[in-house]
């Protein structure tokens, strides 16, 4: 099983910025689709951006466009969520996942990804 390990996550304040990362274990990454997904206290997982296989589409939730950017060097295996403007609703635990269809867009569903990450704490405060 291939591992995701997320980093860079950590306490800001609003109006901040964070860059997280998402490593894979192995370079079939470069294969699929991936996505980051943020889960609040108390509340349901929810998408928040995706990227298909080569880094040419990207996918965003609406409450993110224009201050979040996925992007993705696939020479690393490695996938960036860059977030500007942060918020304090935002605060949450934020999740890499892995599309295991080959070749394929990228998905704004969760249970179109088959493998995650175990989360990297994001805090904003007010």
């Known amino acids: 099983q291939v591992q995701l390990v997320e980093s860079g996550g950590g306490s800001v304040q609003a109006g901040g910025s964070l860059r997280l990362s998402c490593a894979a274990s192995e370079r079939t990454f470069r294969n699929y689709a991936m996505g980051w997904f943020r889960q609040a206290p108390g509340k349901e997982r929810e998408f928040v951006a995706a990227?298909?296989?080569?880094?040419?589409?990207?996918s965003y939730e609406h409450f993110v466009k224009g201050r979040f950017t996925i992007s993705r060097e696939n020479a690393k295996n490695t996938v960036y969520l860059q977030m500007n403007s942060l918020k304090p609703e935002e605060t949450g635990v934020y999740y890499c996942?892995?599309?295991?269809?080959?070749?394929?867009?990228?998905?704004?569903?969760?249970?179109?990804?088959?493998?995650w990450g175990r989360g990297t704490q994001v805090t904003v405060s007010s």
């Open positions: 990227i298909n296989w080569s880094g040419g589409s990207t």
């Open positions: 996942a892995e599309d295991r269809q080959t070749y394929t867009y990228e998905k704004t569903w969760e249970k179109e990804y088959d493998n």
